[in-house]
């Protein structure tokens, strides 16, 4: 890292304050992804909220965000203490955001998976042979255009003679190798019932048949979803908790980004602290492994007798407070780091009401807002990132799949990790010097433009491998392609946070107000927003292909007794098998995305600020500054 550039007469931070505001920024960015990508997952596939309650509520809270976010940058720039207007916020808000962060794994699961039927099929019993009336038994129908050989009638009896799971003299539920409770082994019959109303019992021995009959038994006896005020309530508790998240982690955030502009002068130095904080707020996508690290906790509450569900449950609430906690430390150390070193003189202060007619008058900074929001499918990686790889990487299964394929899988994993952080940490670094040689809003406009030439090709690339890229030269292009999407984003995430940072001088030079919270609200509006917005359209397209609550129990049922991800649900491709829910998280990851970054080069194309005529304000405003403190001393 190096120095703040030296300039005469002109404020800056020192090495010491920037380190402290980065660590800031990679603890607040951590907690961030925790929720972006963990609590939607957790929401789908551990407590398994429907679809279409979360979806819902996490839209309510973008549009509330569409009001708090600029009130809170109101309240900001009408702060005034002995730190300054954004530092105060930056001592004291982190162990709040601690607190919300935690709440929303605080709950209940809305439905869940009966003990007593947790079952794998076995074709040959020596205990149950034939069936008899006094057996234990459960019935159930099928029927399933795709397989109309299976259609009809079925009884399930568990082999033992009992519903009960197995446990060792502790107590505790039997454990495999792989870290899954031992099912018990169930025996299918087929009723036919013939024309005198005589019922005759054929004992299911075809393997394949027997799984499929097994997950549709799961699908209608061993799943039971809350209802009446229990349901409500787990929904009700999730909307509140997020949306109270949402809340307090803006407190915090318009502030941490905000303060970038007051502390230094220097535009040079300006542009060198925002894109060593876009590669740190990069860097903080760690916590999106907390959907990937929180299953390793299962053993530990198993051991205490938990059943499975449940015991995963556990396990991300135990590591949501862990690296929450140690997020929130690194998020304090920027409250105690940053100075404010740009302080205007003018002291009037603007109601809620003006400071939205600024926003929406500030030209380059609506057209900014307006080409935010139209990118807004890029948020499709990050809330679809974790989801992808647990089920089409792992089946649902890290334990497993790394056991039975080992190191070829985490070398083809580590080539596509390698390509999107290269792409989105590395390559913006050269940032600054590209906003030297070439103005912003060109620079702007073609990474908006090249950028969605590589997330179209993601979906182009798996229809190609007709629905399988987990080979070597499949991931390796689909690591280029992730490292020229992730490039493009990066890049734009540095040049966006620059510009309002402009737009804000240009406030300053015309009005004489320098409105940093309610211009960095923008940007966490933007934020939120399209997270919002990305989970509409990830909500609408699960809800087309039945990816939601009991369907995915099912779906994880299924996977623990050998099915594969990549061809669960198929529809046939190319001769081939694909599974439905894979090509929807390719699609979502790959399609909106590329249409956003599209849309999002229309309303800059004709940006209203050039980089000449902002350094020309910016150079007024530096020598007012000193004049106006030479006079005061």
Known sequence: MGKPAAHSNVATYTRKELIGFL??????????NIIASGLAFYFQSVIFTPVAAYTAFFAIARVWDAVNDPMMGTIVDKTKTKWGKCKPYLLFVPAVIMVTTILPFINSMYAE??????VQFAADSSVVAEYNESLLQEAFSYEDKDNPELNGNYVLVPAAGTWDLQKDDSGNYLIDDAGNMVKNDAVIFKVTEGENGAKTYTKVEDQTAGLTLIQRFQEEKGIVKKVGAKAVLIIAWAAFSYILWGMTYTIGDIPLWGVTSLMTESQEDRAKALTLARAVANVGMIGTLFTMIAPSFNGMFMSKGMDQAHALRFSYITLAVVMTVFASVLFQVAGFAVKEKVTPKNEKRYTI??????????????????????????????????????????????????ASEGGALIGKIGVLV????????????????????????????FFSLIGAIPFALIFVLFLAFKGNILTWPGMIIMSVLFFMAGASMGSLNVLQSVMIADCVDYE????????????????????????????????????????????????????????????????????????????????????????????????????AMSDAEHTRMLDELNAKRNAENADSE
Do not use: C, W
């Open 23 to 32: 660590t800031g920024l990679a603890g607040q960015n951590i907690i961030y």
């Open 113 to 118: 998976p009966i003990n007593k039927y947790y």
């Open 353 to 402: 009401k003006e400071n939205f007619k600024i926003m929406f008058g500030n030209k380059p900074f609506r057209q900014i807002l307006i080409s935010g929001i139209l990118r807004s499918p890029i948020q499709l990686l990050g809330i679809i990132a974790m989801t992808l790889i647990m089920y089409y990487f792992f089946n649902n299964d890290i334990g497993a799949t790394l």
């Open 418 to 445: 390698i390509g999107l952080f290269g792409g989105m940490i590395g390559f913006p670094l050269f940032a600054p010097k590209l906003i030297q040689k070439y103005e912003k809003k060109n620079l702007y406009n």
């Open 508 to 607: 300053e030079y015309h009005t004489g107000v320098r409105p940093d919270g309610v211009f960095f609200s923008g940007q966490s509006f933007i934020t939120k927003l399209s997270a919002g917005i990305a989970t509409l359209i990830s909500g609408a397209v699960y809800g087309f292909v039945g990816f939601s609550d009991s369907k995915i129990t099912f779906l994880n049922n299924a996977l623990i007794a050998g099915a594969d991800f990549k061809t669960f649900n198929p529809f046939t491709l190319g001769g081939a098998e694909v599974g439905k829910f894979s090509a929807a998280m390719f699609f979502l990851i790959s399609i909106p995305p590329a249409i956003g970054m599209v849309l999002a080069a229309i309303p800059t194309l004709k940006y």
